[in-house]
């Protein structure tokens, strides 16, 4: 009798952290201060990050002067967070966030929602959260193609967010139908081959930590994602 081995989620390999400074997306912080300058938000707003993993954005906005908070399902980045988000973070899922409804001001989701196994039902519970009026802000990769979307939970590889993207349009009919107004949203493809040549610099393969293999070479092949920063208002 053979027991087969689980594999860990691309992110949460310590070797990832190390090459992308915690952040453990495209574009790390500075993509995330670009959306807080379109943002508008008031100091000491309620700001809930979606995914956050050690904390790495909970500690920023907490010294930005926001009040922020963090929730992630993963025990083990949670139990490995930057210092200045050690007491801020909770254990949660995004499909059944631990939170009361009209709670937050804004909610940042950075390269979260195409992990998640029910993207649907998880956008649901971010706009529920939100206060009226309140700010969502959804960074992720996304599809150039209109092929049907595909799970990475049956896929059978590394969980990873390029076999859960979305195309655009998928995106923005999400949003509407949730009564969300997309204020802004804006392409930034050059995020994607960035953090392969920081895989690289720092001795990972690319086709390892991103999607699969196979997938991977496919898909830099055809040119088939982007990454994308969009800004909706809850109407």
Partial sequence: ??????????????????????????????????ALGQCDLEPDSRILDVGCG?????????????RAVGVDRSHYLLGNPVSEAKSLLINGRVEELPFTSCQFRAVFCECVLSLVQ??????????????????LVWSDVYRRDRLPEVEAYQRGCLINCFQGALSLPRIFEMLQ????????????????????????????D??????????????????????????????
Avoid: W
Wanted: charged share 25%; aromatic share 6%; with cysteine.
């Fill in 177 to 204: 139908y949730r009564k969300c107004e997309v204020v802004q949203s804006e392409t930034h493809d050059h995020l994607l081959k960035e953090t392969a040549a920081r895989l690289v610099f720092a001795g990972l």
């Fill in 118 to 135: 029910d993207c649907n039902h998880a956008l649901s519970e971010i706009v529920r959260v939100l206060e009226p009026e309140g700010i």
């Fill in 54 to 66: 050690p904390g790495k954005t909970v500690g920023h906005l907490t010294r930005r002067g926001f």
């Fill in 1 to 34: 009798m053979s027991l087969a081995v689980q594999k860990s989620p691309a992110y949460e390999l310590p070797e990832l952290r190390d090459a992308l400074e915690a952040a453990l997306r495209p574009g790390g912080l500075l993509l995330t201060e670009r």
């Fill in 206 to 235: 690319p086709g390892d930590h991103l999607p699969c293999r196979s997938g991977y070479q496919s898909a830099k092949r055809k040119n088939q994602f982007g990454y994308v920063l969009v800004i909706a208002r809850k109407k």
